[in-house]
């Protein structure tokens, strides 16, 4: 339970800035700061997973499904909840200061917690699918943030790349899960970690690990698709600082880190993963170096380092996977503060152009050292944190022998990577805070509020405090979270600052003075680069989009022409090569099983539900009498479910077939009565050899399916309808009960329907017709005496039938989608024989508010089983006593039928009546929204 409340602590806080907005800035940014301040209290009382304790919380909601709401929380979990709570905390009070007063502080402040609770989400889930339900949230709720200045081209852009590419590595990733799943039986993470042997013995494990790695690098901006997190700099600088240096830009390599015992170990995974990180590590500290916007350098190094962390994780050894953790903690602390530095800077300037802020040491001595410590530990330079991760990456790519004779390359081109992180930190030094004076800068530099520098403080005193004491500072949460990720013990490592004279000392030496000495010979370097095409990432991206939206609207237009009978050809045709493949495949068309035995009765029905058919189509242009043609049919198949024993399908078929007479009744209304003649006898002769085929298809595949034996799930259903269900009726069981899910599935989907219907109708207006198709009058009374008459009759007799079917439901047929429609139909009634107006005031019923209030009850219903501990819509049942009345059963199913039957009632009256609607009387009557 504390695990999901950690969760929901960001979630129900989203809210609380923009209620304490109006009270000022300061209470605004206390409001947000409530919910992650209380987060990393309730973290702190769970510490004891650094030991290697592990907690778990389980909540079944759909265990056929393999979707529980199961949390986690270990070291690996616990590392990044206090890296997203802490850095959090610290942004909120940065963004505090950095936010003009003109800004919606409390709209930006909600979209932080939301994103903050959808990466304790992703952390924290054991639940591989409830992991992904997070991993798309954050990825919605950063296109808020990196697009909160809306005003600008350049955010909505960014924002629009950067969901665009994380949420196509979101499906690939969905994909890879789901493979995950029916590959190991269970969505669960402890078992999916258990059964590596299973999983990389499948033949499908490379697709599996090629489909994750999808979603990981989109995340994680690895090469190829690292040129969105440029353009998210178009985001405020708290955003920057928060999603890509701490969390968001995280989720990728926390991924690699969590699934790591399961995926690693094979050589798929070491060409992957580490050329992949490799590419990436050399392509943004390359690149960084020529950025003239100073969040551009900090966005290119965030991508290097990151390559930095995943080629780690693909040297695959747990030195390595221990160096990757080490490196998480370290990026984190002095990246955060870099782009809050580089959001002062910006903040007391005016501008983040490189050529033109220099020589700041002068008017802002107190944030150039903290820029220049983090600057620094971001080189690698000792007695700070990068220093000690950036040694253990030396030795790790030291140590490797994967590449066979070319294993000199892997610790030479690191070599060369750090070389360029120094040199772009050494430019960030050097040509901010020195190099001579600012250069037409929109504003006078000076410090910023004291308080905004709190967050960078702190930061940069951690990369000291890290660097310089690491044993007593970072080693339990390292080590807690190392042993995490690698679901084992953790080799044997040092967190000493000397380790002696060694190779990757040399190789940090060399790294150092290299760059050093690259930035002072610069000038050639930054020429050739000048000269090089300009490429932009967002021109390329926005083209390929184009180019896409052309080819799928061509596509679209070529199968959507507006042609109902196109489609239905279309349909048909893939419906006739589908079955005919299927059923060219069996040696023999007939099987084993002998058919039924054919009595008369039936022939007889059948042959009337036949005939139905052709003599629709031969008066379809009458369309009154067409309608009465289909509505034998209908009446016809309600008799069959009868005759077979279906009484329940039998009462369901015939209160629909009287809906939709209705519903097309009311249609007719507005049609001519007639349909004109459009159809060439080329295309007359097309859809009849279609019919024919599609006929005789569909005759074949009923044949084959009905002589061969088959295992029925009815049998299971029919043991447990009483002793699971409490309800000898196995229909209603089953849609209340065992697929329960599915119903409130159906009744959401009726609400919305109904809901767009009537917002379509809503304000329309068709002219009333006065006379039939030959010229002869109609009746001017509206509503005839007799008709009323009887229907207010009838309503209380209806109301009566359709209470009586609800509550025999669950053991008789009947039910609340049944008895929904019974009402429904009376009520239909009295707006037919009466007129809306005589209704509405005796019926003051709002329809969308019926309709909602089902799928409520329905969903609250479900969500009252979790407080008894049994997973979502699971139904209780029991008997009772009283007297006179005598024994009877009362079952939460019933709650669930209700709101069927409100949803039901609502919504079908909700299409009904504003059909009714689109012709009113001429009194004045109340406005149509009014009516519902």
Known sequence: MTLALLIALPFLGCFLPALAERFGRNACALAAGFAPLVGLLLLFSMRGVLGGERLIDRYEWLPSLGLNLSLRLDGLGFLFALLILGIGLLVILYARYYLSEQEPTGRFYGYLLLFMGAMLGV????????????????????????????????????????????????????????????????????????????????????????????GVFTKSAQFPFHFWLPHAMAAPTPVSAYLHSATMVKAGVFLLARLYPALSGNDLWFYLVGLTG?????????????????????????????????????????MANVAAIFHIINHATFKASLFMAAGIIDHETGSRDLRRISGLWRYMPHTAVLAMVASASMAGVPLLNGFLSK???????????????????????????????????????????????????PKQPHEPPRYMKVPVEVLVGLCLLVGMAPSLTVAPLLAGAASASLNGPLPGYS???????????????????????????RKPLFAWYAGLPEVDAKEVFDAQVVRFAVFAGAVTRAMENGSLQRYLLLLLLSAV???????????????????????????LGLALLALCGPLTAAFHRRRLVALILLSI????????????AAPDLALTQLSVEVVTMVLLMLALYYLPARTPVESSSLRKLRDFVLAAASGMVVMLLAYAVLTRPYDSIAGYYLQRSVSGGGGHNVVNVILVDFRGFDTLGEISVLAIAALGVFAMLQGLRLPARTHDDHDRAWSADRHPPILATLARLLLPLALLVSVFIFLRGHNLPGGGFIAGLVTAVALILQYIACGSRWVRTRLPLNYSRTAGLGVFIAGLTGLGSWAFGYPFLTSSFGHFHLPLVGEFELATAMLFDLGVYLTVVGATLLILAGIGELNPPPEPVERAQEDF
Not at 411 to 440: D, K, M, Q, W
Not at 496 to 521: C, D, E
Request: aromatic share 10%.
């Open 391 to 441: 040694e253990m990456f030396f030795g790790q790519t030291l140590e490797h022998n994967l590449a066979g004779s070319f294993s000199w390359l892997l610790p030479t081109l690191a070599t060369l990577g750090a070389l360029f992180s120094v040199s772009y930190s050494v430019r960030f030094i050097y040509e901010v805070f020195f190099g001579g004076e600012p250069r037409n800068l």
């Open 495 to 521: 967190l000493a600052i000397w380790h002696g004279f060694n190779a990757p000392l040399l190789m940090s030496v060399i790294a150092t003075l290299g760059g050093v000495l690259l930035y002072a010979l």
């Open 577 to 603: 090569v589908v079955v005919c493949v299927g059923l060219a495949g069996l040696s023999s068309l007939p099987g084993a099983r002998p058919l039924s035995e054919l009595d008369g009765v039936t022939a």
């Open 123 to 214: 952390v924290l889930s054991e639940n591989l699918l409830l992991m992904l339900v997070f991993w798309e949230l954050t990825s919605l709720s950063s296109f808020l943030l990196i697009g909160f200045w809306s005003h600008r081209s350049d955010a909505r852009k960014g924002a629009r790349m950067s969901l665009a590419v994380t949420g196509g590595g979101g499906l690939a990733l969905l994909a890879g899960v789901l493979l995950i799943g029916h590959v190991v039986g269970s969505y669960e993470l402890t078992d999916v970690l258990a059964a590596r042997d299973l999983l990389q013995a499948n033949a499908l494990f490379p697709l599996i690990l090629v489909l994750v790695l999808l």
């Open 278 to 318: 490799l590419a990436t590590l050399l392509m943004g500290a390359f690149l960084a170096l020529f950025q003239n916007d100073l969040k551009g350098l900090l966005a290119y190094s965030t991508i290097s380092h990151l390559g930095l962390i995943t080629l780690l994780f693909g040297l695959d050894s747990p």
């Open 633 to 644: 049919a209908g009446l016809l198949v309600a008799l069959a479910f009868a005759r077979f």
